[in-house]
């Protein structure tokens, strides 16, 4: 497949991404603003921020690693699937141990909350925990679709299965509230129930159709799923094993990293239950389009750039055509993700309040709640930046380089706790996103000067994506004026008129910022029509 053809799949692949994490944005957006009507904030703490820690963790720490090797493209993407299959199956007894290991802490070492505000915590970590292993079930079948580009089946598989959760999220809240925790329990159950047996329907009519034979699918009945050695053949493929336990420590400090100020919530109880749910709350709504639209381009490009380049490997020895696809598309995410963060820095700052009186009242927009939102539009250019930046180091480190930066991600992890604590001691809940934004800057760094040193032989010079023109800075610099000098004037207390007219008037100045996008990042502008855009790209063809 040549690394045009890789390209078109891969933004095939983001775009469907980002439709499904704005479906899944939006049903969560929703379904919060319902719950917070039926339950408490304690409640609501305790399972987006207590227990969606316990799940994450363990489907994280339990495929993250696996995910990352098996869809390298080190050795030219012929991997021997036999052997990738039987390794991938190893993340399920995993799972079951991070599981069992990770439910004792949290029933034992860790403050349950009050059994009359919060109640059947126990049962619900078990479940949860159970749910999370479950999900593992797909682990293989998940990767080869992603290795060969079955976009619509995550798309479906991962709607119907979000869908089944909201739908009995919503019936269980309204009709059996003094359930409590077992609520969400069966709901994340269902969730990952469903998605499990999407991709087992899937390729049990995939696998003996005539499109899987004349596609040269490497399997061809469900029972080669099923681990075993084939032809005398070692039973992993050991090198790939090694690079799995490089991402595997790798992975360890990432989630530290990513999850970092629920770790600290969790462990060091800086935050009662309730001010944990505002804060997460606040957190979410803050992160909607950096998970519906960062997360899904940083997920689709690695595999992009995992496949194109040649891991490990001088930018000189490598096929110079893919190489200048590579660097081109690098320099046109970084310049689409840094205008789509300034835009979210410069109107989140001066929308957070009205924003969150809209979506829940005074109880999110008095007190913290505005300030929380305000500093994490800011931090949400960082955290597109290093999505980005990381994408690409990801995929052209070798293992020793993922080695050493293991080093720097260990640095990184024990700063973040310390600020993490410290700031939040002395600025509440604003002290997680300052931390957050100090280690993202730190991230970013180091991947800016190893993007800087891997394409410094070669004509290509990629980070100038990072360098917004002229026009767009003024643009940017007046529109975050006036819309805050409307917040002002017009917000929030003066009624619903009042409020139309300061959006009526952030409207007007983001039509400016996007004609200063289209006059000036011509190159940008080509490029989210004809790779990320499908409708624009089957126009072409």
Known sequence: MSSQDVLKNASTLASYNVLLQVMFRVLTFLLNAFTLRFVSKELIGVVNVRLTLLYSTLVFLSREAFRKACLSGSDGGKHNWRQVINLLWLTLPLGALSGAMLAAVWLWLLEAPDPQSVPFYGPAVVLFALAGVQELLAEPLWVLAQAHMFVRLKVVAESLAMLAKCSMTVVLVVSAREWGLYIFSAAHLVYTGVLVLCYVIYFLRFLPSKEAIESNFPLRNIGELIPHRVNGEPLLDWTMARLTWSFFKQSFLKQILTEGERYVMTFLNVLSFGDQGIYDIVNNLGSMVARFIFLPIEESFYVFFAKVLERGRHVKNQKQEDVGVAADVLQCLLKLVLVIGLIIAVFGYAYSRLALDIYGGSLLSSGAGPSLLQCYSCYVLLLAVNGVTECFVFAAMSQEEVDKYNLVMLALSASFLFLSYTLTRWAGG???????????????????????????????????????????????????????????????????????????????????????????????????????LPHYRKKRA
């Open 430 to 532: 604003v002290g997680f996103i300052l931390a957050n934004c100090l280690n993202m800057a730190l991230r970013i760094t180091h991947s800016v000067l190893y993007i800087r040193h891997y394409f410094l032989p070669s004509p290509w010079k990629p980070l100038r994506g990072l360098l917004p023109t002229p026009l767009l800075c003024l643009a940017l610099a007046v529109s975050a004026a006036v819309t805050l000098v409307s917040e002002s004037v017009f917000c929030c207390d003066g009624g619903w008129l009042l409020r139309l007219v300061h959006v009526s008037v952030g409207a007007v100045c983001l039509l400016f910022v996007l004609g200063a996008v289209l006059l000036t990042e011509t190159q940008l502008v080509v490029f989210v029509r004809t790779q990320l």
